[in-house]
């Protein structure tokens, strides 16, 4: 993989979290369908990561989309139970950790249907786990 299409991939993944993660925090964005497509749709240059890494034996791009979905879903996981937590708290705190699973898991909330983006960030650590196993047995 050539250093202009990682970087390219790595842009495109870049701006497709900031634009999630912008219609997440709006409350009713309408288009539902559209909101689901544009989440599954952050996952496609990761995928394409993990991909072109094996192709090209580059383990640091694997690493990289390993260490991004153990972040987002570790996050997401202790942010909801604390926001779970914090029920009989300040409606500021809910609210504050809302904000930040936004920020953690961007397609999850602007999805709407957060198994999906779950499971496609399990998808791409498994992946990127497994393409890194294989690399590291040639």
């Not at 995928?47 to 979905?69: F, I, N, P, Q």
């Amino acid at each position: 993989m050539t250093k202009k299409t990682k970087r390219a991939l790595l842009l495109a993944w870049g701006g497709l979290f900031i634009l999630c993660a912008g219609l997440g925090f709006i409350q009713d964005p309408g288009a539902p369908g559209l909101l689901t497509c544009l989440a599954i749709l952050f996952f496609v240059p990761g995928g394409a990561l993990c991909v072109l890494g094996y192709r090209e034996e580059d383990r640091k791009t694997l690493r990289l989309v390993r260490l991004l979905s153990v972040l987002s879903l570790g996050a997401t996981l202790a942010i909801l139970i604390l926001n779970f937590l914090t029920v009989k708290m300040p409606d500021w705190l809910g609210d504050l950790l809302y904000g930040l699973l936004i920020l953690v898991s961007a397609p999850m909330v602007c999805g709407q249907i957060w198994i999906i983006s779950l499971f496609l960030w399990a998808c791409l650590l498994l992946g990127s786990h497994s393409l890194l196993r294989k690399l590291d047995r040639k």
